[in-house]
């Protein structure tokens, strides 16, 4: 059985950064596409990001040029670096395959842009 752990969420200024990390367990995590997603208070749940097995990746129009995604195969391990966060981007941050996401979804990590 696949487990997604999400961590690195906080609370931070408008205009910080964060770094998040989702460590996979139990499946060969190496041939997966992964993505990130979030779920903001009151909304469905929305991809943010998403990279292939290898390195090509792909973004939500809201956070191009802000977030970047990268992975560590040999970790088992999807990062999502957020640069130039808004309060808009306040959400739980979960990751799970990508374009669809295809596990049981992990706690997330709570992100929280407040001044």
């Known amino acids: 059985q696949v487990q997604l752990v999400e961590s690195g969420g906080g609370l931070v200024h408008p205009g910080g950064s964060l770094r998040l990390s989702c460590a996979a367990s139990?499946?060969?995590?190496?041939?997966?596409?992964m993505g990130w997603y979030r779920q903001a208070p009151g909304k469905q749940r929305e991809l943010v990001a998403g990279?292939?097995?290898?390195?090509?990746?792909n973004y939500a129009d809201s956070v191009k040029g802000r977030f970047t995604i990268s992975r560590d195969n040999a970790k088992k391990t999807v990062y999502l670096q957020m640069d130039s966060l808004k309060p808009e981007d306040t959400a739980v941050y979960y990751c799970n395959t990508y374009p669809v996401a295809h596990w049981g979804w992990g706690q997330g990590t709570q992100v929280t842009v407040s001044s």
């Open positions: 990279i292939t097995s290898g390195v090509s990746t």
């Open positions: 139990g499946t060969i995590f190496s041939v997966y596409y």
